[in-house]
């Protein structure tokens, strides 16, 4: 089981890096050469505030909310470097440079981490010598550049792990769904056999033991006797197949289930209706490869945390849908992936929809006739 993400690795290491910057005021202090009152509450404000935005930034939010945390740690470690002339807290723009190499495109990235260098140019400027400010500007670009080609590098390398889990994911749901598509297979085989075959010879049978109920005595008790047992076995036969008839359709619970159990992060919730069991296994194999869509996209795109499978009957339908909170379909471009589903569920008569949920994240629906 993964740890919490605000107990990861990477976030240890960014709380030592903190903690290093944090106590270097104090250290100052102690060797003669305390900052001013304003300066160090000015300071001690700009610190605590890139604290808690970093750790609220790691919780279960949507993307839109975690950019905008992330964001707001550039100011709050610029007004740190601003009061504590000459320390150590430039160091905290790193720890924002990983986080916008995580959460924001390169581009963006690079565009919001030159708008902050540039202000701390401008406040070194202020506080240094100009030959000694562009060096400790350059300095510090470099430290950003290499943290965050570093966690492009982790981040490329944890989705291509993603993805092999995610298709891995996809064979195990694939095999239980073969499995269970001939189990039905033979359920159904097996029931029209009992009463194809069986009930109707032991329909013929007691009509036979009808016509021949016209004796007395030991003859005619063994014929009724008879006609006793052709009737509890016929009954039985039709509870055999009244059994197996009750288990019509394919049922995706175990596809889904190994599909959930076999993908660490993000977490996966399964709501699966006992009624809702496709009539055959092509709208089985399509709803599965609806939420196997659904699955990829969000490790893929959506940058979720969570994840949520539902498969319901409603009005004659079967609906599946996968929501995610993560960025939302407004970030997703249909691709071969959507467009081949949709083909698919058209074939059995289905219908698919991607929609962004009104509080973050998406939704990938896909419905076919029960």
């Given at each position: 089981m993964s740890s919490p993400q605000h107990l990861s690795p990477r976030s240890l290491a960014a709380y030592c890096a903190w903690l290093a910057v944090a106590s270097e005021p104090l250290a100052r202090s102690l060797l003669g050469k305390p900052p001013g009152t304003a300066a160090l509450i000015a300071g001690s404000l700009g610190l605590c505030a890139v604290l808690l935005l970093f750790l609220a930034r790691e919780q279960s939010l949507s993307l839109r909310i975690k950019r905008g945390l992330v964001l707001a740690q550039i100011?709050?470690?610029?007004?740190?470097?601003?009061?504590?002339?000459?320390?150590?807290?430039?160091?905290?723009?790193?720890?924002?440079?990983?986080?916008?190499?995580?959460?924001?495109?390169?581009?963006?990235?690079?565009?919001?981490?030159?708008?902050?260098?540039?202000?701390?140019?401008?406040i070194l400027l202020l506080q240094e010598p100009l030959p000694t400010a562009l060096v400790m500007a350059l300095a510090y670009v470099g430290f950003q550049a290499f943290a965050a080609s570093t966690t492009q590098a982790l981040e490329q390398a944890q989705q291509a792990r993603d993805l092999a889990q995610a298709i891995n994911a996809e064979l195990l749901a694939t095999r239980a769904l073969l499995a269970e598509?001939?189990?039905?297979?033979?359920?159904?085989?097996?029931?029209?056999?009992?009463?194809?075959?069986?009930?109707?010879?032991?329909?013929?049978?007691?009509?036979q033991l009808g016509l021949c109920a016209t004796g007395s005595g030991e003859a005619a008790a063994a014929l009724a006797a008879s006609r006793q047992l052709a009737d509890e076995l016929l009954s039985d036969v039709r509870g055999v197949v009244g059994a197996l008839r009750a288990h019509d359709g394919v049922d995706l619970?175990?596809?889904?289930?190994?599909?959930?159990?076999?993908?660490?992060?993000?977490?996966?919730?399964?709501a699966l209706a006992d009624d809702a069991r496709p009539a055959d296994f092509a709208r089985a194999q399509a709803l599965l490869r609806a939420a196997q869509e659904g699955v990829t996209n969000a490790l893929r795109h959506a940058a979720a945390s969570t994840l949520c499978i539902e498969l319901a009957r409603e009005a004659g339908l079967l609906r599946l849908s996968v929501r995610d909170n993560g960025r939302g379909a407004a970030h997703s471009r249909p691709g071969n992936g959507l467009t081949g589903l949709s083909e698919r569920l058209a074939t059995v008569?289905?219908?698919?929809?991607?929609?962004?949920?009104?509080?973050?994240?998406?939704?990938?629906?896909a419905t076919v006739p029960a």
């Open positions: 100011p709050a470690a610029l007004t740190a470097v601003a009061a504590f002339d000459g320390g150590l807290q430039p160091i905290l723009l790193i720890l924002v440079a990983v986080q916008l190499t995580i959460l924001f495109a390169r581009r963006e990235a690079v565009l919001w981490m030159l708008a902050a260098n540039v202000a701390l140019l401008a598509g001939a189990r039905a297979s033979e359920r159904l085989h097996l029931s029209r056999e009992l009463h194809d075959v069986a009930g109707h010879k032991l329909t013929a049978l007691k009509l619970h175990a596809a889904l289930s190994a599909l959930a159990a076999s993908i660490p992060s993000p977490r996966i919730t399964l008569g289905g219908t698919l929809h991607l929609e962004t949920m009104p509080g973050g994240g998406s939704c990938l629906s």
